[in-house]
């Protein structure tokens, strides 16, 4: 099975940038959607943002304007890139992947592990 791995979290004051990315560990057959997530210590995960194969995008509200999601399809690789954080942006942000395989007409989901995100002064 395919497995994703984030990057690029860190600890960052207010104001600063930090890009996030998940790679594939192997080449996708087709991608459907891919998407960053978020969960913040005693609250539910929530989307971020979402993009899919034909390069549509959606974002939460509260990351609209500062936060964007692109994809390198050559690289198999997805990137958040998160200007002007606030300390409401702290928590782990996941991938999440969703692909055929040859083999079904279904999507694959399937989650990174995690990357922290950390904003502070």
């Known amino acids: 099975q395919v497995r994703f791995v984030e990057s690029g979290g860190g600890l960052v004051q207010p104001g600063e940038s930090l890009r996030l990315s998940c790679a594939a560990s192997?080449?996708?057959?087709?991608?459907?959607?891919m998407s960053w997530h978020r969960q913040a210590p005693g609250k539910q995960r929530e989307l971020v943002a979402s993009?899919?194969?034909?390069?549509?995008?959606n974002y939460a509200d509260s990351v609209k304007g500062r936060f964007t999601i692109s994809r390198d399809i050559a690289k198999n690789t997805i990137y958040l890139q998160m200007n002007s954080l606030k300390p409401e942006d702290t928590a782990v942000y996941y991938c999440n992947w969703e692909y055929y395989t040859p083999s079904s007409s279904i999507p694959t989901s399937a989650w990174g592990q995690g990357t922290q995100v950390a904003v502070s002064s």
């Open positions: 993009i899919t194969d034909g390069g549509y995008t």
């Open positions: 192997e080449s996708i057959f087709s991608s459907y959607r």
